[in-house]
């Protein structure tokens, strides 16, 4: 019965997806984020917070994985990107190998981008290199605390292993992941992550939203709850906050650009 349950609970669109890496996969999601107002009020206040990093910030700002949201309408001056040749987004690269002189970005904006990249040393010696001094990049990307990793390695599609590294075989960019590599970069090996970047500095670090995304039904199930309850269950999350370090299913970092150590 549960099999059949969970079975009803996906969205008749992604039942025969055969190529999660596709373009139209990455089209579809779009159509489902916008169609589905559960989860696109949360992408609004995912948006919100970048909107509010960017401030006092002048020059480029980048978003990375862009895929099929819809950053722009919340910050109109963002150039969105992909890996993938996604209609509509303004440039087409891979996060390894960015197009940008040195010191030109101000910001980087990513959802649920950095635990895809099969490189993350490589990543940040881009993100160093093209980032300003001043300059940020902010992530949001999935959490391992007691409640996320449950549901990560239980319900997910996705790899989610502690004991990784800070990259993986592949190249798939969405097929290929490990979703706890932010927790092992910025949490289990901080100080590594520290030594080798000493001036990018971990301005921010928090861990957030343990319900909401999964009563969306994120990208590839129907919404466990109506959207009028939107507000209510994120007053729900916000009370229990205290707790987020053991429930939070996401984590937001705050990476900044400092003076160049002599």
Same mark, same amino acid.
């Given at each position: 019965?549960?099999?059949?349950?969970?079975?009803?609970?996906?969205?008749?669109?992604?039942?025969? /997806? +055969?190529?999660?890496?596709?373009?139209?996969?990455? +089209?579809?999601?779009? !159509? /489902?984020? !916008?169609?589905?107002?559960?989860? +696109?009020?949360?992408?609004?206040?995912?948006?919100?917070?970048?909107?509010?990093?960017?401030?006092?910030?002048?020059?480029?700002?980048?978003?990375?994985?862009?895929?099929?949201?819809?950053?722009?309408?919340? /910050?109109?001056?963002?150039?969105?990107?992909?890996?993938?040749?996604? *209609?509509? /987004?303004?440039?087409?690269?891979?996060?390894?190998?960015?197009?940008?002189?040195? !010191?030109?970005?101000?910001?980087?904006?990513?959802?649920?981008?950095?635990?895809?990249?099969?490189?993350?040393?490589?990543?940040? +010696?881009?993100?160093?290199?093209?980032?300003?001094?001043?300059?940020?990049?902010?992530?949001?990307?999935?959490?391992?605390?007691?409640?996320?990793?449950?549901?990560?390695?239980?319900?997910?599609?996705?790899?989610?292993?502690?004991?990784?590294?800070?990259?993986?075989?592949?190249?798939? *960019?969405?097929?290929?992941?490990?979703?706890?590599?932010?927790?092992?970069?910025?949490?289990?090996?901080?100080?590594?992550?520290?030594?080798?970047?000493?001036?990018?500095?971990?301005?921010?670090?928090?861990?957030?939203?343990?319900?909401?995304y999964l009563l969306s039904g994120g990208l590839s199930m129907r919404s466990l709850v109506p959207s009028f309850l939107y507000e209510a269950v994120k007053g729900i999350e916000f009370i229990l906050s205290p707790l987020?370090?053991?429930?939070?299913?996401?984590?937001?970092?705050?990476?900044?650009?400092?003076?160049?150590?002599?």
């Open positions: 019965m549960i099999k059949r349950f969970v079975e009803w609970l996906k969205l008749p669109e992604t039942r025969n /997806i +055969k190529d999660l890496d596709a373009v139209s996969t990455t +089209k579809l999601h779009g !159509q /489902i984020i !916008q169609r589905k107002e559960f989860l +696109k009020k949360l992408y609004v206040d995912l948006y919100k917070e970048f909107a509010i990093s960017k401030r006092g910030l002048d020059g480029l700002l980048i978003e990375l994985g862009s895929g099929g949201g819809f950053l722009k309408e919340v /910050i109109p001056d963002v150039i969105t990107s992909d890996i993938l040749p996604v *209609p509509g /987004i303004d440039l087409c690269f891979s996060g390894l190998s960015m197009p940008f002189p040195d !010191q030109t970005v101000s910001a980087f904006f990513m959802i649920d981008v950095l635990h895809h990249l099969p490189d993350s040393v490589l990543f940040f +010696k881009e993100v160093e290199r093209c980032l300003k001094v001043g300059g940020k990049c902010v992530m949001i990307e999935p959490a391992n605390t007691l409640w996320a990793r449950f549901i990560y390695q239980n319900f997910h599609h996705e790899e989610f292993n502690p004991e990784g590294e800070w990259g993986f075989e592949g190249n798939r *960019p969405l097929s290929d992941a490990n979703g706890a590599i932010p927790w092992i970069i910025f949490c289990r090996d901080r100080e590594r992550f520290e030594k080798e970047f000493p001036n990018l500095k971990i301005a921010h670090l928090s861990f957030s939203i343990p319900f909401r987020n370090r053991y429930l939070g299913m996401f984590m937001k970092v705050t990476v900044d650009k400092m003076q160049m150590k002599l």
